[in-house]
């Protein structure tokens, strides 16, 4: 039954990535269209074709490898000096194979001299480069706004929901038997020593009412010695008189949710209960507002990662759990996820929340500015707008478009980075996946 759930989980992540990147591809075509650029084909996947179907002008279809997806545009680099224009691929892994301006010539039609995407102003270049990542972000932030507020999040409570028989830092944990890890030579947790129980709620710390599991998180962190707790115990007020001590614990954001790093503070010793609670609009907001941050630093820490990628890869280091995966990892972690022995109800939210991720990371890659990425021909054209205004000011002659193909000796470097980069994870994806457990 788990090797069944287990393919169960890939294949709906499959279904959600091709979902994805067909949406991706729509919004590219759909404001084309909208400003009469003719688009020959729209195309899920890459390499050989296994259905397609004219309708119009523009064929539509699906091909055998499922990583990605493009439209093709006509004219989306100007004329060279001979006067070659081509049709472009928006793929930056088709592009790398694509000469930049006579792959194409023979698709011109008579009537394309005014439907090519060079000659549309630059705003209208940006708008149909920038629709494509936009349709990723509006998706994930849709599937993120179903699950905060239609499912919930696991929140952490006030409640006592175990409680710690001794001390034992951060670092040790893991050395530790998960079933009995206290040593005789431990020192007994301050919480046990001092009477605390499974499903005790705090009411009050040191004199003032606890609100919520943040500020009590913080409250504790910051103590050492003697403390006053109230809680409350089979509808009872108790109050109990733990001496609270220090130890190595996990960093912590600031609603009190784990994080890398480890940091000296006050413990007393407990894990707090926690249940799923549905967010309102403005808290759901919120959240997707600490994914979108959360999105943008690990693309800008993504250099950093590359040595670990490499030892997991080559060296059998351990894989972090934070570490950049690819569409087989993250096929992988959705398989795994619908085998986890937890509520049907989870297992869904958490496959949601990975497709929305995934659909997150689209956007924010695709708009680097660098080609063959969407954000590399949006730049091309606002650096093009930049140009034609000055010009007007200083009342000097037009200057043009943009060749944006005179950037593709640097394109296809910045591609070849991407494609290492892409095999890098891949590798380590097979030979040593991210878990979710161990």
């Given at each position: 039954m788990t090797g069944l759930m287990t393919i169960l989980g890939v294949v709906v992540f499959a279904v959600g990535l091709m979902v994805s990147i067909a949406w991706h591809e729509l919004g590219h075509l759909s404001t084309a269209k909208l400003f009469?650029?003719?688009?020959?084909?729209?195309?899920v996947g890459f390499g050989p074709t296994i259905w397609?179907?004219?309708k119009g002008e523009t064929e539509y279809g699906f091909k055998a490898v499922p990583l990605g997806g493009y439209i093709r545009m006509i004219g989306m680099f100007p004329p060279g000096e001979d006067g070659r224009i081509t049709a472009r691929s928006t793929s930056p892994w088709r592009g790398m194979i694509e000469d930049a301006r006579s792959a194409a010539f023979e698709e011109l039609q008579p009537g394309d001299e005014n439907r090519l995407f060079y000659t549309r102003k630059p705003w209208k270049r940006v708008i149909v480069m920038?629709?494509?990542?936009?349709?990723?972000?509006?998706?994930?932030?849709?599937?993120?706004l179903t699950v905060f507020m239609g499912?919930?999040?696991?929140?952490?409570?006030t409640v006592v929901g175990q409680v710690s028989d001794c001390v034992i830092s951060q670092a040790d944990t893991a050395k530790r038997d998960a079933a009995n890890p206290c040593l005789p030579t431990d020192v007994v947790s301050p919480a046990k020593t001092a009477g605390f129980k499974a499903?005790?709620?705090?009411?009050?710390?040191?004199?003032q009412p606890v609100k919520n599991w943040s500020a009590l998180s913080k409250d504790i962190r910051k103590s050492a010695g003697a403390a006053v707790i109230v809680v409350e115990r089979d509808g009872k007020r108790v109050t109990l008189h733990p001496t609270i001590t220090t130890n190595v614990v996990a960093k912590t954001d600031s609603e009190g949710?784990?994080?890398?790093?480890?940091?000296t503070a006050g413990f007393l010793g407990f894990s707090p209960a926690s249940h799923i609670e549905p967010l309102a609009f403005d808290d759901s907001v919120g959240h997707m507002g600490d994914m979108a941050r959360q999105g943008v630093s690990s693309l800008i820490r993504l250099p950093q990662r590359i040595p670990d990628l490499w030892n997991a890869a080559f060296n059998g280091a351990p894989r972090k759990a934070d570490s950049p995966m690819g569409v087989v990892g993250a096929a992988r972690v959705g398989g795994e996820v619908f085998s986890l022995k937890e509520p049907a109800i989870d297992r869904i939210a958490t496959m949601v929340m990975l497709v929305a991720g995934f659909n997150l990371s689209l956007f924010l890659f695709n708009m680097l500015p660098l080609l063959p990425l969407d954000g590399g021909h949006i730049a091309g054209a606002l650096w093009e707008a930049v140009r034609r205004h000055t010009a007007r000011v200083f009342r000097k002659p037009d200057p043009g478009?943009?060749?944006?193909?005179?950037?593709?000796p640097v394109a296809y470097v910045v591609a070849g980075i991407f494609v290492s980069f892409t095999l890098l994870v891949l590798i380590a994806d097979v030979v040593n996946p991210v878990k979710l457990s161990t």
């Open positions: 009469k650029i003719r688009v020959p084909q729209y195309m397609s179907r004219r920038f629709a494509g990542p936009f349709m990723n972000l509006i998706l994930a932030f849709a599937l993120a499912i919930g999040i696991s929140t952490q409570t499903g005790d709620k705090f009411l009050e710390f040191n004199g949710n784990p994080v890398a790093g480890t940091v478009p943009f060749d944006v193909a005179k950037l593709m």
